[in-house]
């Protein structure tokens, strides 16, 4: 069972920038895409950008377009969301996971495996 743990979460000022990180326990073949997801206090969650590590394609929700990058270390088994001009609206507890090839990397269902989540606080 892979299992993944964020980190790099914390408390910043709107315009600011934070870079989280989501470690794999192992590398597995079943694995080729990676995402961020975010949930915030009341609100559903939502997809926030994706990779596929055949090919290294990407995917970005609109909201966060320009203003985050994800990418993968050649180990394939750590991927990084670095988040520049945050806004108040991109607080939430961001996680990651993984799954096999998708159609649709924004769905949430394809995933197979989750992490616990890391807590982003923008201030005002």
């Known amino acids: 069972q892979v299992q993944l743990v964020e980190s790099g979460g914390g408390l910043v000022q709107t315009g600011g920038s934070l870079r989280l990180s989501c470690a794999a326990s192992?590398?597995?073949?079943?694995?080729?895409?990676m995402g961020w997801f975010r949930r915030a206090p009341g609100k559903e969650r939502e997809f926030v950008a994706a990779i596929t590590w055949n090919g290294r394609k990407t995917f970005y929700a609109d909201s966060v377009k320009g203003r985050f990058t994800i990418s993968g270390d050649n180990a394939w088994n750590t991927v990084y969301l670095q988040m520049s001009s945050l806004k108040p609206e991109d607080a939430a507890v961001y996680s990651c996971?993984?799954?096999?090839?998708?159609?649709?990397?924004?769905?949430?269902?394809?995933?197979?495996?989750w992490g616990q989540g890391t807590q982003v606080t923008v201030s005002s």
């Open positions: 996971a993984s799954g096999p090839t998708v159609r649709e990397p924004e769905v949430a269902g394809y995933y197979l495996h």
């Open positions: 192992e590398r597995s073949s079943s694995v080729n895409t």
